[in-house]
């Protein structure tokens, strides 16, 4: 038993690509296709955007270092007495360290000015960037740049101008925590989108294409060989309702529209924007060679988001994905040849690989067992 | 019901389990009226065929009556008499409808498993571990026959169980180790292995037109039944050495073909040969001793066939390939494609021109499972082939 196990677990199907490889396996697919004379696309199977509110707190702090380094550059002085650093002796050797300039309004302006402009660099990045995280951590060197001169001026102010020093490094502090948690939120998103995990698999079924694409192309028929699909609900405009069974009881829901939709060729939908697990998916039918049956290829790809909710998915699709699709595929391949999904008494249930190692002995159940 | 349960190497007991029920619209049960141990089920109890679970019911030559048929079951009626074929197949895949029914692409829920060790996986047997499906076997009072508007025969009131009850797996398995000889009239035919399946071997090659045929073993019981009662000429590799034998018994050129009806547990002659492979074997460097494949590939003729019946696993060393290719051999094999050779021979029996019990040496209850592993494996009492009866 070992050693099946040995071989099970070293011989992984993973496949962990970004996006663009999955645009790259893609292209190698239609390169295939051609060599077999096939008629298969090359359509990038992308990973459709997930939830967009990740990227609207990298855009308001965009907004706000705009302003505050643009007032820095314009308004030095105005700026220096609201944070209380506009008196002349402290501030003069500070400055004067800092910039070289034996002048202390003038150093005090240019040093205020340079920080202002190094609040302006990341604004760019901050409201335009696809993947904002890098721009926001420079955002936090900034506030820690910040942080560490108002801490030095701090005690060499006192009354009013101390008070004032104060409430800017309290701001200066909040602002801070703001930025952490936006950056780790946005290099999270980047994070599973560098995640998202594609598969494929095929599979030659003994039966017409136009009748194997039409049993694919009721996805309500899904859930009877995808076994970690509970439900897909369709209505009548190409969207569908897909619910996939989580460990413990966690169910993960989402909408999903038809992308392609072309007769006894190839099927490819998507999750709709906003999805908690964005996903696709594309199927292509082709004639086998020598007219033997259908040829059915079946790549998905999908980003985890981070948390719970990420590794719920994890166990959901498996450790193999690839596997995983090869075993529904099997599982297809069953119902539609032989019309429903072959038990046995060691799997009674039509067990993943994974599991297949670990399955009960080949002997009756006591009870029927129910799925 | 009471089944013969795998619990380990070398231990097998008859133990109370549940009945079995339908699980699939196309399954039906039969209550086992007899049942044989094969071969192949030594590899079983001798812990060499991987992703066995201790519990798995034993068995896959079984025959009986229907008890229950799934909905989808249109062919049989309760009460009917079946023989079982071994391998599970759908009659609906590529592989079925060409006449590959051992290699049936539907019938193996855990084609995974036997995927990462063969490429590809063949079609579930009974009884025969977790990587061919992990299936009950019916070394049992009652057995779950998935498939069975595919897969079962039919039997004829008149025909008493012992003579049909080898269309399961033995005769069928014999017969087309002959008929893969490519026989056309008059050749000379090796059999290593004058077991239950190679005495087949030997009938059936007569049948398929072999002038003449020879028969490979040690035992000395089973040489002369060889003799006696497939009318082959004994060799015992004990006393000679078989290559040099062979050519001389057939004027320098060898057999024109050789059928290995011995397999994974081969055994040689010399203790140091049969040393080296059982130490690699245990080892786990290699999961088969060919010994009588090697012997087989280097006796037959330039341009014959090999045929291999006998049940190999994984992996063997020392695969004289040489020998093969540079002598034009031809080697063919496979697990019996039961389906298509069951109302063929079924009507032989019935004409007469061959009565499969003659192999049968043991009748014994099937509580007397445990005995009866034992005894075919210590080859006692000249023990060939044990039936159960429930």
Known sequence: ?371 | MRATCWQGREDVRVEEVPDPQILNSRDAVVRVTSTAICGSDLHLYHGYIPTMKHGDILGHEFMGEVVEVGPEVDNLRIGDRVVVPFPIACGNCLACQTGLYSLCENSNPNAGLAEKLLGHSPGGLFGYSHMLGGYAGGQAEYARVPFADVGPIKIPDDLPDERVLLLSDVFPTGYMGAEMCGLTGGEIVAVWGAGAVGLLAMRSAYLLGAERVIAIDRYPYRLRMAQERAGAEPLNYEEVDVVEALREMTGGRGPDACIDAVGMEGHHSSAMLQGYDRAKQSARLETDRPHALREAIRSCRNGGTVSVIGAYAGFVDKFPIGSLMNRSLTLRSGQCHVQRYTRLLLDRIRRGEIDPSFVITHRLRLDDAPTGYEMFRQKQDECVKVVLKA
């Open chain 1, 1 to 371: 038993m070992l050693w099946v196990k040995f071989l099970v677990r070293h011989f992984p199907e993973v496949i962990r690509v970004d996006t663009y490889m999955v645009m790259v396996r893609g292209a190698h697919d239609g390169d295939r296709a051609r060599a077999n004379g096939g008629t298969m696309r090359e359509v990038p199977l992308d990973v459709p955007e997930g939830n967009p509110v990740g990227r609207l707190l990298p855009r308001a702090l965009g907004l706000l270092s705009l302003g505050l380094g643009v007032a820095a550059v314009a308004a030095p002085e105005r700026l220096a007495r609201i944070i209380g650093l506009d008196d002349a002796a402290p501030a003069r050797s500070a400055a004067l360290r800092m910039t070289g300039i034996d002048d202390a309004v003038l150093a005090r302006s240019v040093l205020l000015r340079m920080i202002g402009a190094r609040e302006l660099l990341p604004v760019p990045g901050l409201l335009a960037a696809r993947r904002p995280a890098g721009w926001v951590w420079a955002r936090v060197a900034g506030d820690v740049l910040d942080l560490a001169l108002l801490f030095r001026a701090l005690p060499q102010r006192r009354g009013d101008r101390r008070r004032r020093v104060a409430a800017t490094l309290g701001a200066v502090a909040g602002i801070t925590a703001v930025d952490v948690l936006a950056a780790l939120r946005s290099g999270r998103a980047a994070g599973s989108r560098r995640r998202a995990v594609a598969a494929s698999g095929t599979v030659t079924i003994n039966r017409p294409t136009d009748e194997v694409y039409r049993f694919w192309r009721d996805f309500e028929n899904l859930p009877r060989f995808m076994y970690h699909l509970e439900s897909v609900r369709t209505d009548g405009d190409g969207r569908s309702h897909w619910t996939v069974r989580g460990p413990g009881g966690r169910r993960i829901e989402w909408d999903a529209e038809l992308v392609e939709d072309n007769l006894s060729e190839m099927i490819a939908w998507r999750s709709v924007r906003g999805a908690r697990v964005p996903n696709a998916g594309r199927v292509r039918f082709a004639r086998a060679a020598g007219g033997r049956g259908t040829e059915v290829r079946v790549e998905l790809a999908y980003a985890p988001p981070g948390g719970a909710v990420g590794r719920a998915v994890a166990q959901i699709f498996g450790e193999e994905p690839g596997q995983q699709i090869r075993d529904d595929l099997r599982r297809f391949k069953q119902v539609i040849e032989t019309g429903e999904v072959v038990l046995s008494d060691g799997s009674p249930a039509g067990l993943a690989t994974p599991q297949q190692v670990l399955q009960r002995p080949a002997r009756p159940q006591a009870a029927r067992p129910s799925r």
